[in-house]
């Protein structure tokens, strides 16, 4: 290593022995190497975290003594005079001459916003992430933050080839016909060049940037020990729970792999719908830290060349995009989570692709089910029943206020539709604000909540850029029904059925048991006092008979309704006879 010598033949496999002398000095044989010196602290691999820490730390105090000095610089006019908050005025006129000059008379949130952007592409994106928190951080705040830029400069095309061949093991033109040095795009992580392959297809081939993975890595570790002091001083935006759910996510991001699993997933998820379409990849070109991809060659919704479409047209796109976020969100439960005009293409043929699928939201089966719920009742109008499946997926804090919280979403929900009886209703800018209620009353929602908002937001401003007067509520209603059908599907009831056999089966096994151990407690109730009510002690052998019957006669006829009229009869009769 470092060695600048060249050797015509390779060297032999073994060194003869050194010959030692009286003073034990080595003779080396063949050419004089160089060796690299080895060295032995163990503290060497800690030194970027150190440097970033301290780094870290003085935007910190940075970012807290700013605070202080825009808090004094909001007073009122007259408590600027005199004695008037002496001390506090003082403290920030000292604190004043020690900030940027540049930051000194900046509001707090431009100050944050700009302090993010010193830090680098980790905290641009953490900001990004704090941006959509609507639900928990002011408005002031994550309007500043929605500014925040994830261009940065290029890095060069020699660069970007050195990588291709490392990762793949090759010469650049040993994979790739032609690739164009020109990116399409450079963001913090990535950047991307237009390639083609020499089977003739066109591609998009994304790389990370050198030394990218090893800064944010080293971030993450900082933040999330960052994360626990920010707990204690400020609990009420939940610090620790927006950088933990920023890790997770960029943790992903950084590796190339996670958005080529998320492209086939989302592949798979609409292949019965050929107007919905996500880029193929070509594994074979894809490591870590490079993805290849196939090219879209189409229309952004906000290139002014779409409106050559006609009307017909558009309304076409427009009822496709409608359909592929809603049932992302709401039929899979797996989802863009970076949704925004630019990652959606029209393609010549008018379909709809969609881009840039290293970030995903996912809902497991609970939260998927009562967002199901809960959107069909609020495109009806149905407001109790919106306001108790919005309180299903929520997570009470210390001090929580479930039934306050209900009672206010359902007034906002009444408002809501006075006031929209006339106009368009904003369904993303409802569940937002739902979501702020909840902050009130210390109940929280995930984080999957708020992205699945953006991607509301972006369904409707797209739909009313192509088609100013969309209706946003019928268009969903239209939509979110058939997912709704589909969900009491008979067929999609057996699947779940045949998904639950084993526990069914287990139930069978044990039905004896459980009939013996409820004759039991039945009896030792009956000798310690009389029931008041002669059925009360066979509550729990009714049921488990009830459940036994609906399963046999289910398997047997292969019925799924049947399953359900049976639970249903046999909750009637305990709810009736019981105590």
Request: hydrophobic share 45%.
């Given at each position: ?14 060194e003869p022995a050194a010959a030692s002398g009286a003073a034990g000095r080595r003779v080396p044989s063949g050419p004089r190497r160089k ?28 970012l807290f003594a700013g605070a202080f000095v825009a808090s004094v610089n909001q007073l009122p006019a007259y408590q600027k005079k005199g ?305 108790k499946y919005i309180l299903a997926m929520a997570q009470p804090g210390k001090k929580g206020d479930p039934e306050g919280f209900r009672r ?172």
């Amino acid at each position: 290593m470092g060695d600048t010598e060249t050797h015509t033949t390779p060297p032999p496999a073994t060194e003869p022995a050194a010959a030692s002398g009286a003073a034990g000095r080595r003779v080396p044989s063949g050419p004089r190497r160089k060796y690299q010196k080895i060295s032995f602290n163990p503290f060497a691999q800690y030194r970027g975290v150190v440097r970033r820490f301290v780094l870290l730390y003085k935007h910190a105090i940075g970012l807290f003594a700013g605070a202080f000095v825009a808090s004094v610089n909001q007073l009122p006019a007259y408590q600027k005079k005199g004695l008037h908050k002496g001390f506090r005025r003082a403290t920030a006129a000292v604190l004043r001459k020690l900030l940027k000059k540049e930051l000194r008379d900046l509001p707090f949130e431009v100050q944050l916003r700009s302090r993010l952007q010193m830090l680098g592409p980790t905290y641009v994106k953490l900001g990004q992430v704090m941006a959509i928190r609507e639900d928990i951080l002011p408005p002031s705040i994550t309007d500043e933050l929605k500014k925040l830029l994830d261009q940065l400069p290029e890095i060069p095309f020699e660069v970007v080839k050195a990588i291709l061949e490392d990762n793949l093991g090759g010469p650049v033109e040993e994979f790739f016909a032609e690739i164009d040095p020109r990116p399409l795009g450079s963001a913090s992580i990535g950047q991307t060049h237009r390639a083609q392959l020499h089977s003739g297809e066109t591609v998009v081939v994304k790389v990370i940037k050198p030394g990218i993975r090893e800064l944010i890595l080293q971030d993450l570790k900082l933040l999330q020990i960052l994360a626990g002091l920010l707990e204690k001083l400020i609990p009420r935006y939940q610090p620790q729970q927006i950088i933990n759910e920023f890790c997770n996510y960029t943790e992903k991001e950084i590796n190339l792999v996670y958005e080529a699993d998320h492209a086939e997933i989302f592949a798979a998820n609409f292949a019965d719908d050929p107007d919905i379409v996500f880029p193929r990849i070509y594994r074979e070109f894809t490591t870590r830290d490079v993805l290849c991809m196939e090219y879209f060659d189409g229309l952004k919704p906000t290139d002014p060349a779409i409106f050559d479409l006609p009307p017909e047209a558009l309304d076409q796109v427009v009822d496709i995009g409608a359909r592929a976020i809603i049932r992302m969100l709401y039929d899979h439960g797996f989802f863009h989570a970076d949704l925004h005009a630019g990652n959606i293409i029209v393609l010549p043929d008018l379909k709809i692709g969609f881009i840039d699928l290293g970030m995903v939201g996912r809902f497991e089966e609970r939260i998927k089910r009562n967002l199901l719920f809960y959107f069909n009742a609020l495109v009806h109008g149905d407001i109790e029943h919106s306001a108790k499946y919005i309180l299903a997926m929520a997570q009470p804090g210390k001090k929580g206020d479930p039934e306050g919280f209900r009672r206010a979403v359902s007034d906002l929900l009444r408002r809501y539709r006075v006031q929209n009886a006339h106009g368009d209703m904003s369904l993303a800018e409802l569940i937002l604000e739902s979501l702020k209620i909840g902050a009130q009353f210390n109940i929280f929602f995930p984080v999957e909540m708020t992205l699945m908002v953006k991607a509301l937001v972006t369904f409707e401003g797209v739909g009313r850029h192509l088609k100013p007067k969309l209706d946003v509520v019928e268009t969903s209603r239209k939509h979110v029904q058939k997912v709704y059908e589909q969900y009491y599907h008979p067929r999609f009831l057996t699947q779940q059925l045949i998904r639950n056999l084993p526990e069914l089966l287990d139930l069978l096994t044990q039905f004896p048991e459980l009939v013996s151990e409820s004759a039991r407690q039945w009896e030792r109730s009956l000798r310690q006092r009389p029931p008041e009510n002669p059925l009360v002690g066979i509550k729990s052998t009714m049921l488990a008979g009830s459940l036994i019957i609906a399963a046999v006669i289910t398997l047997v006829q292969g019925g799924p309704q049947l399953l359900w009229i049976l639970l249903f009869l046999a909750g009637g009769i305990l709810a009736l006879f019981g105590k």
